[in-house]
């Protein structure tokens, strides 16, 4: 296995212990792969669920350019309910899960079809 291989591995058990989740596999290597180089440097491969303007980088780069989402849809609802959902004590928020959370919630997984 690759070293991407390894860290979607590794994003499917955070998504089944931290989520209660059981992952699309094909969907979150698809969203993994999406995130492009970032997922192998430790800044950009997590979200900071405190940090205002981290949220909005997710909100306006990931929600609206990249899902199409309207800003009418309470992004910020939905960024908030899966931070409650990933843990707040959690402070290693991988980015490709709250990715693939925010596809799951907005139903929006044809973006990566």
Do not use: W
Request: proline share 1%; charged share 30%; net charge positive.
């Amino acid at each position: 296995m690759g070293k991407r291989d390894d860290l979607i591995a590794k994003y499917a058990s955070d998504l089944k212990e931290k989520c209660g989740m059981n992952a699309d596999m094909d969907l979150l290597t698809k969203v993994t792969i999406g995130c492009g180089p970032s997922i192998y440097n430790a800044d950009a491969s997590t979200v900071s669920g405190s940090d205002q303007a981290e949220l909005d980088t997710v909100k306006n780069n990931f929600l609206i350019k990249k899902l199409g989402c309207k800003a009418s849809d309470d992004l910020d609802g939905a960024i908030a309910s899966v931070m409650d959902t990933y843990g707040k004590s959690n402070r290693s928020k991988y980015r490709a899960v709250v990715y693939y959370m925010l596809t799951k919630h907005f139903g929006k997984e044809k973006v990566y079809k």
